[in-house]
């Protein structure tokens, strides 16, 4: 599992045990944090989500399940393991003293979970998190050949307080997310190409978001295999079979039962069928910056594809990393973030460290976010435990309501200002810079003639002309 | 292939395994559930997998509940639906897709018959008497062709005559829905008509959300009630005869079943809600009415297997018993209801 590069045997042993002892402590956190605190208003959805594919009513047909069909076969999946092995009781309730946290700022609910099917519905998430981090240990070994920088990343995954929160207090997923986007890196770095684009696919139709990542994955591939179209059919090929087989597949019953409208509520509900006309405005705003964001990353892609060469790894994690804070740049919910993470994270570790500062800003500000519920996280620990009444939780609540804003606002803008940062890094001309017009249209030196910057006006990575000052 | 990247092939295959068997479990209908109940109080209730379950016993007096389920959804003549927030991503929950989902909640809940009808088809079967039939009405406005607002209606006979409404959305009785889509108001008293002289109907005030529960029954834990809005709703010491059960604020409660000749009026309160349609499966498959009086409730876990009860608390009861056996708590999965006559 953990490849050791030239340490000596006792370093090899010493090194897996502290990475063991790492993921265990990890883990425990995780389910310590899962436990204690817990937001009802997402994790009871997964209940919702369950019983309505128990009830034979799959993924559409009882409101409850608003993303592409992914995520509710994992949920699928976990249902069939608790029924087939568990007696989890009670999974969900409404509390009725409870009721006024509807009226609170934010989206808090009095539904919640029993502490029991909360543990089980988050558990995969943590091995999730476990992983990842085994990845990125390896992807990082994979650029370095150090596997202490490899340990390093190991550790700041596991121990990020963003990645924490997001699957144990908030029950989201998009730690898979992430698990499926670097197989497929790390299946593009070794030429599996077929494989990188099921798993593509899996982590597009799971949230979306890797898809903004598409045209560069494809610029990287097409350089690596020579460039030109005739050279890289073969492969492209290989990769799309891969992304449409699954794509079919996990869309076949929604085509068969007539529900694939359904499937892409998450997105057509915010382009414009809200309630009201401020609502349909800005979902219309928000299709378009998401717009936007896409030709971004096909400007970036086209600057891979053009200026691209020797390190080709090293030039696509930075190339990643740009289009990721593009992505975020649109302010995203806390948890999205995760996605930019091991990421940002084996940016710091294998080409340059000053950005664990942006690091740490956006893991504090997004942690904050998660947690501005405050209070309100207890509900299910007060209700399955005696170590505090529901009384005290909502009296702990209510008086933190007047607070709410500081935290929850606080943690935003900290959280913005992370990305912000990180952005003005990149832009700083340590990874990327805009090219001014008046050099548009120029050739490269030493590369094939029909290659300018005209065509793109972003130079991405240490290339010829730009190099980092 | 290197040895060491077997591995990430390996999980890319059991990631798609998961999701394949995931796939099959969201649409094989792989789960079993089944139930039995007799009446000399012993039930039993199948679970292939593992589930809470709740069992319920109501005297229901001299009412039985309805049999027969029709859905009045016709999108020509005048409706009164009010546009509400859903969650991040919903559906945008209109008239037809609240019916629809009401139909899959009621199906899982064995509801024998379920039909649609439009005004036409409502005048029908409001022609008729209304003894075994329930109608659902979600439209905030009742067609004219069974409703002007008058006692000598047909909507107002029906349920003399032994009918029962369920009836979700606006005030009670006042509007008129016209084949031309258009709406006008009934003369006042409209509530009256459907749930007796001096009945009072909650406003439309900002906030209009409870935070206790109804008292004197358990039903808001039995049937695992969750709507507490209560705009619309019916103040219960306006109506006689009537049962509140679920959520209740200033008088109001969120659910009130009121007698009315024969038949029976169950006035759900609030806007459209997720939380409002399960409630309204709950009631409608719970069979309870006006008259219920609860008289035992098991709960339990049934873990791949049969669990098998006995209500001990027979001996009080005078009147029509049923059983509502459901699986899931909050969330329910299947349920069925047993009616015995006395």
Redesign the interface.
């Known amino acids: 599992?953990f490849?050791t590069g030239l340490l000596s045997a006792g370093g090899r042993r010493n090194l897996v045990l502290c990475l063991l002892f790492a993921a265990v402590i990890g883990f425990l956190v995780r389910v310590l944090v899962g436990t204690v605190l817990n937001y009802g208003y997402d994790v009871h959805h997964w209940?919702?989500v369950?019983?309505?594919?128990?009830?034979?009513?799959?993924?559409y047909?009882?409101?409850?399940y608003?993303?592409t069909?992914?995520w509710?076969?994992?949920?699928?999946?976990f249902?069939?393991l608790?029924?087939?092995f568990?007696?989890?009781?009670?999974?969900?309730?409404?509390v009725?003293d409870a009721?006024?946290f509807?009226?609170y700022e934010g989206?808090i609910s009095a539904?919640t979970t029993s502490l029991e099917y909360a543990f089980w519905v988050k558990l995969p998430l943590y091995l999730v998190d476990l992983?990842v981090a085994v990845l990125l240990y390896r992807l990082v070994l994979g650029y370095t050949q150090d596997c202490r920088k490899a340990a390093a990343a190991f550790v700041l995954w596991i121990f990020n307080p963003l990645v924490i929160c997001a699957p144990a207090v908030q029950g989201m997923f998009d730690n898979v997310t992430v698990?499926?986007t670097l197989?497929c890196y790390?299946?593009l770095q070794?030429r599996?190409y077929f494989?990188a684009g099921?798993?593509l696919a899996?982590a597009v139709l799971l949230k979306l978001f890797p898809v903004f990542l598409l045209p560069l994955l494809v610029a990287y591939l097409m350089v690596k295999e020579g460039r030109g179209l005739r050279r890289t059919l073969p492969y492209l090929l290989s990769a799309a079979a891969g992304f449409l087989l699954?794509t079919f597949?996990?869309f076949l019953?929604q085509v068969l039962?007539g529900t694939l409208d359904?499937c892409f509520?998450?997105i057509t509900?915010?382009a414009g069928?809200?309630?009201?006309a401020w609502h349909r405005f800005t979902g219309i705003c928000t299709v378009l910056i998401y717009v936007g964001i896409a030709l971004g990353s096909v400007v970036v892609a086209a600057s891979y594809y053009a200026y691209a060469e020797g390190d080709l790894d090293g030039r696509l994690l930075t190339a990643v990393l740009v289009v990721l804070t593009l992505m975020f740049l649109y302010p995203p919910t806390p948890q999205y973030l995760v996605l930019l993470m091991p990421f940002l994270i084996a940016y710091v570790v294998i080409k340059d460290r000053s950005f664990r500062r942006p690091l740490a800003v956006i893991s504090i500000g997004a942690t904050g976010y998660i947690l501005a519920n405050g209070f309100s996280l207890l509900l299910s620990l007060a209700c399955g435990t005696d170590l505090m009444s529901v009384d005290t939780v909502i009296s702990l609540a209510h008086a933190y309501r007047p607070y709410w804003y500081v935290l929850y606002y606080g943690s935003a803008v900290v959280q913005y200002l992370g990305i912000l940062w990180l952005a003005c890094s990149e832009i700083r001309g340590r990874v990327m810079r805009i090219i001014p017009p008046k050099e548009w249209g120029k050739a490269i030196p030493g590369r094939r003639p029909q290659v300018r910057t005209a065509f793109i006006g972003v130079a991405i990575g240490e290339n010829p002309l730009y190099k980092s000052r | 292939m290197r040895k060491g990247e077997y591995g990430l092939i390996a999980l890319a295959a059991v990631i798609c395994a998961v999701v394949l068997i995931g796939e099959y479990v969201t649409y094989g209908d792989v789960f079993d559930y089944d139930s039995s109940a007799d009446a000399d109080g012993n039930y039993s209730i199948y679970d292939s997998g593992s589930h809470s379950y709740t069992a319920v016993l109501t005297d229901n007096g001299s009412f039985t509940a309805p049999t027969e389920l029709y859905i009045y959804l016709d999108g020509d003549y005048g409706s009164v639906v009010h546009d509400v927030n859903v969650e991040v991503g919903a559906k945008k929950l209109t008239q037809s897709y609240y019916l629809e989902q009401l139909v899959n909640n009621l199906k899982y809940y064995s509801v024998p018959k379920l039909v649609y009808l439009d005004a036409r088809g409502l005048e029908e079967l409001m022609s008729q008497t209304g003894q075994g039939k329930g109608v659902v009405i979600i439209s905030g406005a009742l067609p004219d062709t069974v409703y002007s607002g008058t006692s000598g209606d047909k909507a107002v006979s029906w349920l003399a005559s032994g009918g029962t409404l369920y009836w979700a959305g606006e005030f009670i009785g006042r509007y008129i829905g016209h084949a031309d889509g258009s709406c006008t108001e009934a003369p006042s008293g409209y509530a009256g008509l459907f749930l007796g002289t001096g009945a009072v109907l909650n406003g439309e005030e900002e906030d209009t959300r409870a935070y206790s529960d109804v008292g004197g029954n358990a039903y808001r834990y039995d049937l695992s009630l969750k709507n507490n809005d209560v705009k619309y709703a019916v103040l219960i010491g306006s109506v006689s005869d009537a049962l509140a059960v679920g959520y209740e604020r200033d008088g109001f409660a969120s659910i009130v079943l009121a007698k009315n000749g024969a038949g029976m009026v169950c006035v759900f309160g609030g806007d459209y809600s997720n939380n409002q349609r399960m409630d309204m499966a709950n009631v409608i498959a719970s069979g309870i009415c006006y008259c219920s009086v609860e008289v035992e409730c098991h709960t339990g876990t049934v873990a791949r297997g049969t669990v098998r009860g006995t209500f001990l608390d027979l001996s009080g009861t005078h009147g029509n018993l049923c059983v509502f056996l459901y699986l899931g708590g909050d969330f329910s999965v299947y349920g069925k209801l047993y009616q015995f006559g006395s």
């Open positions: 599992m490849q209940a919702l369950m019983s309505n594919i128990s009830s034979g009513n799959g993924l047909d009882i409101t409850g608003f993303y069909p992914v509710g076969y994992f949920l699928a999946f249902d069939l608790q029924q087939s568990l007696t989890l009781g009670e999974t969900a309730f409404r009725t009721l006024e509807e009226g989206y539904n992983l698990l499926l197989i790390m299946c070794r599996y494989t099921t798993m899996l699954v597949v996990v019953p039962d359904m509520t998450f509900a915010r069928s809200g309630a009201d």
